[in-house]
T-cell receptor
């Protein structure tokens, strides 16, 4: 089955610790994204990557870092510099814009991070 | 600033009725439009994509796009309690393959 996996589903950390969230896809998509969703809020873009070894900051990149060493993988590190890290983190990938299904974006199941 | 606006609701409809969800967007270069359904505590699920003006039907769902007026809507016919969720509107421009999301409309279907 093709899809996007995120692990772990729930993650608990103490304040001041860095934590890395995993995102893997086997859809052969070039583009991958990280969003953050807070209760009752919309999706906010943290980072995105259009191709391996390249990524761009989104609207709320401060306190986060990413890498894109493989097409299938786009891990997100939440650093201790992130002021309010507790949130629901969503990874997504998308089909190429010029394809018949123009830029359809699919989401993983998410990781719920709680920092105390 | 690219913006996608949705009425946050909540929207309540009786079972069997038509639910109408609306979305407006500010960027005229937007080319692709999507509706996602998000159940509480879950990730968004793509339910409809539309790229051309007019209607697109898929089962009980119909997406409507009007680029001149910059709005896209989703109609859910014969609404079921299982349709109760938050519905997110998203648009994609033809530059950078970035997606812009509305804050979502909460729908409750009352049995």
């Amino acid at each position: 089955d093709g899809g996007i996996t995120q692990s772990p589903k729930y993650l608990f950390r103490k304040e001041g610790q860095n934590v890395t969230l995993s995102c893997e896809q086997n859809l052969n998509h070039d583009a991958m994204y990280w969003y953050r969703q807070d209760p009752g809020q919309g999706l906010r873009l943290i980072y995105y990557s259009q191709i391996v070894n390249d990524f761009q900051k989104g609207d709320i990149a401060e306190g986060y870092s990413v890498s894109r060493e493989k097409k299938e993988s786009f891990p997100l590190t939440v650093t201790s510099a992130q002021k309010n890290p507790t949130a629901f983190y969503l990874c997504a990938s998308s089909t190429p814009y010029l394809a018949a299904n123009r830029g359809e974006q699919y989401f993983g199941p998410g990781t719920r991070l709680t920092v105390t | 600033q690219k913006e996608v606006e949705q009425n946050s609701g909540p929207l309540s409809v009786p079972e069997g009725a038509i639910a109408s969800l609306n979305c407006t967007y500010s960027d005229r270069v937007s080319q692709s439009f999507f509706w996602y359904r998000q159940y509480s505590g879950k990730s968004p699920e793509l339910i409809m994509s539309i790229y051309s003006n007019g209607d697109k039907e898929d089962g009980r769902f119909t997406a409507q796009l009007n680029k001149a007026s910059q709005y896209v809507s989703l109609l859910i016919r014969d609404s079921q309690p299982s349709d109760s969720a938050t519905y997110l509107c998203a648009v994609n421009t033809n530059t950078g393959n970035q997606f812009y999301f509305g804050t979502g409309t909460s729908l409750t279907v009352i049995p």
